[in-house]
């Protein structure tokens, strides 16, 4: 046993200890977080515009301070883009993580010297909780790669401005920087294909003992090395032993990825965003993530089916149920403040609380008032794949309102298979008998002859990767949405498919 080893095994012990202090204590730890942000930035422009001082109570901030997206808060945004201070929060942000926005274009959103180091502790605590309950340290000493954005940056008006997970990138311990790879050079390649194919001839002969990455990313990595070589992720990379994952529900991809790995690995499943690292999978065994209740950031809660009422119930940690789809909002020590993320989770326990990752609230279909969500169609996928021995590579769904030749309505799939399916009509039923039992309204659309059974479109190798490519999204955080409730995504995919 090396000597990092032994000390990851002594430092897992303690900051698992740490973690059960605060999980244990949940109410009690967000009311200190709710009071130290208030404190903190009641001499703030949005402080002084929204009467922090006069903040005693959730419901004093509940009154005072509506929910925002960032649209919303987009005035107080851009006024620290032009380099004020004291807007949002004391001082000015350290960065600013540049996202893509759908309606506003870029997103900027601010990273602070209070915020940012949370992002970091949260990723370095996923591991220690694995190697504490597993006590398994052997891939410490191995070569680790995280498939990410560039770390280059830009500067507007004195502050970084990067991608969070190039920004993330500058934060590697330096006990692990000779562990970590590809090389920096590497990792500042932007074109995404290019920047795959580079990792693959650093990485195909080197110990990989922990890959992580946004799943469909790292399938592209993993079938380029099998192109390669002509074995299996596992045969290739003795020592892989631990997948980190995030971005995109990983179920539909498991199989596929058994297929390429050739082998079970140990998996560890974080919620990462650029607005704050929100939960991350700290037991093997336990469904969900561990909510980040002690990291900076105040969550309260909506029921997804009231969050388009006007002034719905705002709820704290200490109200929620489980199995309840909840919008998540957050306020946080990067100066967010009410601020809907835009995801909606699913408690599985609270005691501690964990959550899943449901969908997005406005990713949905309810063409015909069915509201099917995200966590229902992964879902689906997940027992049809099962049922059938199906392996794919990525997919999404959308409505069909008004069929050329007249028939009934149908949700329309597309889907590119690892594999061709031996019987799609089979696989068609399994999807549909999931959704039924999901979701009693989509069950009664069919029932009545309102909705016809759902259709699957097949989707040709790489139509996914070139659809995104297309779309300037192509690698690093960017993900397909599962859901739409348009037919965008599904007339420009139809579109190159009969190309």
Not at 11 to 18: D, E, H, L, S, V
Not at 82 to 91: F, H, Q, R, S
Not at 198 to 208: D, G, K, L
Not at 469 to 474: D, E, V
Request: aromatic letters at 12%; charged letters at 25%.
């Amino acid at each position: 046993m090396s000597l990092k080893t032994l000390g990851a095994k002594v430092f897992a012990k303690r900051i698992r200890k740490k973690i059960n202090k605060w999980a244990s204590n949940p109410v009690k730890t967000q009311e200190q977080v709710f009071k130290n942000l208030i404190k903190t930035a009641q001499n703030t422009v949005f402080g002084e515009d929204h009467d922090f001082r006069a903040i005693k109570t959730f419901s004093d901030f509940s009154e005072r301070v509506p929910i925002r997206d960032y649209e919303a808060l987009k005035e107080y945004v851009t006024r620290a883009v032009a380099g004020e201070k004291d807007i949002l929060w004391p001082g000015k942000p350290l960065y600013f993580a540049k996202t893509s926005g759908t309606t506003s274009g870029a997103k900027y959103i601010p990273l602070t010297k209070e915020s940012m180091p949370f992002h970091i502790r949260a990723a370095r605590n996923a591991i220690l909780c694995y190697i504490e309950e597993t006590g398994k340290t052997d891939f410490v000493d191995g070569k680790m790669i995280f498939l990410q954005g560039s770390p280059e940056m830009d500067q507007k008006n004195g502050i970084l401005l990067g991608r969070l997970s190039g920004i993330v990138a500058h934060y590697v311990p330096k006990y692990l920087q000779k562990n970590r790879m590809p090389s920096w050079e590497t990792n500042c390649i932007e074109d995404w294909e290019q920047k795959v194919d580079a990792i693959v001839e650093e990485t195909v002969n080197q110990n990989m003992t922990v890959i992580s990455g946004i799943p469909p990313w790292v399938q592209m990595y993993f079938e380029k090395l099998q192109h390669k070589t002509n074995k299996t992720i596992g045969e290739l990379f003795k020592g892989f032993e631990l997948f980190i994952y995030g971005g995109v529900n990983f179920e539909p991809y498991k199989k596929t990825f058994e297929k390429l790995i050739g082998r079970k690995v140990a998996g560890i499943e974080l919620y990462p965003a650029s607005e704050g690292f929100f939960a991350f999978q700290d037991q093997q065994n336990e469904k969900g993530m561990l909510l980040q209740l002690d990291a900076g950031i105040f969550y309260e809660f909506v029921k997804a089916d009231e969050f388009f009422e006007e002034n719905p119930k705002r709820l704290t940690v200490g109200e929620i149920e489980k199995g309840i789809n909840y919008v998540m909002l957050i306020s946080t020590n990067a100066g967010l403040w009410a601020y809907n993320v835009g995801d909606t989770v699913m408690f599985t326990s609270t005691d501690p609380y964990r959550i899943i990752v449901s969908g997005r609230i406005k990713h949905f279909i309810s063409a015909f008032g069915e509201h099917v969500i995200g966590k229902e169609v992964d879902q689906a996928l997940k027992e049809a794949s099962e049922a059938t021995g199906i392996l794919i590579n990525d997919f999404t769904v959308a409505p069909q309102v008004n069929p050329d030749d007249g028939e009934l309505p149908y949700h329309e799939w597309f889907i590119e298979f690892k594999e061709s399916p031996d019987n799609l009509e089979q696989l068609i039923k399994e999807i549909d008998n999931s959704l039924r039992k999901q979701n009693s309204y989509y069950d009664d659309l069919i029932e009545g002859n309102i909705l016809k059974t759902l259709k699957i479109t097949r989707v040709p190798k790489d139509g996914f990767k070139n659809y995104m490519k297309s779309i300037g999204k192509l690698g690093g955080q960017n993900k397909l949405p599962r859901l739409s409730n348009d037919r965008n995504i599904a007339d420009a995919l139809t579109t190159m498919i009969d190309k």
